[in-house]
């Protein structure tokens, strides 16, 4: 099937497939996701039931403290917090109704805690409150209102109220442990889609590319062994054709031309066979003249190079007869011709010889001064190159150590922006401590105003006992709060501990930037010096070097002159050896002539 793909439809449906895969598993995870998010948004609404279920429970005993405290004492400061508590009470109510619309069971819970609240404060706090006020300073105002059924009544309200709301927080942590194992079950089931999904597509891309690279190797490895025999010399060899794609018609397209290259080898083999036989008519003919036998006759004829060749050679061989029947003719003339040349040659040679002994010697001392002036003109050439660079080199160097410096201020500001921010973080921490010894008295003092309490409460007998348990409750809370004052003012101490030391490694750590930004600061002025100075020495440079040039040019020029005119001289020696030389070859060629003419046939 695959055979019948081109090569951009196998890699689009190999790629295709892993996107596909990818897409679903995308697709699922994102589902997962989704039912994850709505998990996770469920958990927050419990946990945020939860925090006003616990709001309103710190209300209501805020304001039992503040009643109880106004009833002990008769002082207004206790009705006048600067937080109102029932205020907070009402708004706290509101927003965990609002907050249980989905839950039918936690609105009758809230409704019942609010009618509670409501008639509480209506029947009870507020009468209390009232008639306390009506007492004002008298003798036994406390006790009186301490032996009130009202107290007995509002303890029972408000356990009442904490039932409720324990009940409440216990169907909130039933729903949050339900929800929480749901959000489990998802994160357990989005892991295990990832992995097999990752797995998957490995798994298809690692098929995927053995296929294709199975589908684009096969071809080319059958292309590739029949190319190596071709080069072995077996030139009837021809690839399979295994598919339809691109590298089926780049095969095919092979076997077409090894086909043609194949039928012109076999013409060129019997056009070589021809000439071959062409050729060894014609060297026999050569042979025969070689050996001074000019009767042999040339029958190779016709219109290509052979051809012509073969009428060539004919003309040649008839008019090398003619030649040497001339020559027979005229070699006594060149005998006497010769001796009169080569006196004349011997004198003009000798003056030659002089004049170019001369002019060598001007032209090997030109030479080398020439030679000299271009050695040191190089020179000159490299030192500019290097001043050259040696200035761009300084420039980026100092631009380099101006980025550094920079980088380093910044490193300093944003050192000192933290050591002033960790100022800042001490003293927090050392406010927040002023703030947990005034918790840690209030503590002591509701300790101490508790057991006061207890002891009235004791002293009043049986009416007092509900008071007594109150006391005991809030002497219990007082202890609570005090150790929970140490942890926390235990962790500020650490925490200012770490602080300090985190000061103290930020200023060393200024500091070494600080020493470092002024060593940078060192090098690039001593740069600064450097390069100045190299940029002195550039034009320096240029003016020695058109120096330089200039005389360059010149010993050019005079090492030309000098050259052509030892040339025209040394030509013209050895136009006068070679004279003289010829006069005395033609002496002798002239009798060898005579006596190599004569072993030539050239009558048949």
Not at 297 to 316: E, Q, S
Not at 355 to 363: M, R, Y
Not at 429 to 443: D, G, H
Request: hydrophobic letters at 45%; glycine letters at 6%.
């Amino acid at each position: 099937m695959l055979q019948d793909f081109s090569i951009k439809q196998k890699i689009y449906a190999g790629f295709g497939s892993i996107v596909g895969i990818l897409l679903v598993l995308l697709l699922l995870a994102y589902n997962n996701f989704s039912k994850l998010s709505a998990a996770t948004e469920r958990d927050r609404h419990t946990l945020e039931m939860l925090l006003e279920a616990d709001q309103v429970a710190a209300n209501l005993l805020d304001i039992q403290n503040q009643m109880r405290g106004f009833l002990l004492t008769g002082e207004e400061r206790f009705l006048t917090p600067e937080v109102d508590e029932e205020a907070l009470l009402r708004r706290n109510l509101a927003l965990a109704m609002a907050l249980a619309t989905d839950n039918p069971a936690q609105q009758e819970r809230l409704r019942k805690i609010d009618a509670t609240a409501t008639t509480w404060l209506a029947n009870i706090v507020h009468p209390l409150i009232e008639r306390r006020r009506t007492l004002g300073r008298t003798d036994g105002a406390a006790d009186q209102m301490a032996r009130s059924p009202e107290l007995a009544t509002s303890v029972a309200t408000v356990a009442e109220v904490r039932r409720l709301l324990g009940d409440l927080a216990a169907e909130e942590n039933r729903l949050l442990a339900i929800r929480s194992a749901e959000a489990a079950e998802l994160q357990k089931s989005m892991s295990m889609l990832l992995v097999a999904g990752g797995a998957v597509c490995v798994l298809l891309a690692i098929a995927i590319a053995f296929i294709l690279g199975r589908a684009l190797m096969a071809p080319l490895n059958n292309l590739t062994q029949v190319v190596g025999r071709i080069a072995g010399g077996d030139r009837s060899a021809r690839a399979t054709v295994l598919s339809r794609d691109e590298l089926g018609e780049v095969t095919a397209e092979f076997n077409r031309m090894a086909q043609a290259i194949q039928d012109s080898q076999a013409k060129e083999l019997a056009a070589a066979n021809e000439l071959r036989a062409k050729v060894g008519a014609l060297l026999g003919v050569v042979s025969k003249a070689a050996s001074g036998d000019l009767t042999g006759a040339v029958t190779v004829h016709g219109d290509d190079a052979i051809g012509m060749m073969g009428d060539g050679l004919k003309t040649m061989v008839e008019n090398l007869r003619q030649l040497i029947n001339n020559v027979q003719r005229a070699g006594i003339q060149v005998t006497t011709s010769a001796t009169e040349i080569a006196a004349s040659a011997k004198q003009q040679e000798a003056t030659g010889v002089e004049q170019a002994q001369t002019s060598v010697e001007i032209l090997s001392t030109t030479k080398e001064m020439s030679a000299n002036t271009q050695q040191l003109l190089r020179t000159m050439e490299e030192a500019t190159a290097v001043a050259d660079y040696t200035t761009h080199a300084t420039a980026d160097a100092q631009d380099n150590l101006k980025r550094m410096d920079q980088t380093m201020q910044n490193m300093v500001a944003a050192t000192d922006s933290i050591n002033a921010k960790l100022a800042a973080l001490s003293e927090k921490a050392s406010n927040i401590n002023s703030v947990l010894t005034t918790i840690t008295k209030v503590a002591d003092q509701t300790n101490i105003l508790s057991l006061n309490a207890a002891i009235e409460a004791e002293k009043a007998g049986d009416a007092g006992r509900g008071f007594s348990v109150v006391a005991t409750e809030i002497r219990r809370l007082a202890d609570q709060t005090s150790v929970s004052t140490w942890d926390i003012e235990q962790m500020l101490k650490e925490m200012q501990s770490a602080v300090s030391a985190s000061v103290m490694g930020m200023d060393k750590f200024s500091e070494e930037i600080r020493r470092s930004v002024g060593e940078v600061r060192t090098v690039a002025g001593q740069l600064s010096t450097v390069m100045d100075q190299v940029q002195k020495l550039a034009p320096q440079f240029d003016v020695v070097l058109q120096g330089m040039q200039a005389q360059s040019v010149g010993a050019s020029q005079i090492s030309e002159t000098m050259m052509h005119l030892s040339d025209a001289t040394q030509q013209t020696v050895e136009s006068l050896k070679a004279t003289s030389e010829a006069v005395h070859q033609l002496q002798y060629a002239a009798g060898d002539l005579q006596s190599s003419v004569a072993t030539f046939s050239v009558h048949s």
